[in-house]
């Protein structure tokens, strides 16, 4: 479990939700535009993942918006993808209204697998709160 500490995933998740998280190695990740699966009011799964792989850098936890391989332009008319991987993006309109590789989150990089914890499946509203004010 973790527990959200932006707002970044608003409406979807709020600051303070515990959010449940089913491992990787259990799930075949669905993404936005595939429709075919729908995850806290949204097509895609939400992922939760370590930042350029990163052990030390807190993850991130937004949704799959689609995967690309490598040498694929990452977006229209983007920069080719360096690697096979996920394009991610914040659930909330106002606070991510670009991709996470088009800004500092993951800058150029699609989210490879390894850095995958895994994808989020339930949550409880404001209990995660307590957890936060001890970080």
Known sequence: MVAVESGSMEPNLNVGDIVFIQSIDRVEIETK?????????????????????KEEKT??????????????PMWENGPEAPHNGYITKGDNPITNRHLDQQGSISYNEPIKEEWIIGVAKYRIPYIGHIRLLFN
């Open 33 to 53: 535009y595939d429709e075919n699966y729908q995850s806290f009011n949204e097509y895609g799964h939400i992922i939760l993942y370590k930042p350029f792989g």
């Open 59 to 72: 993850p991130i936890i937004h949704r799959a918006m689609y995967h690309v391989e490598k040498g694929e």
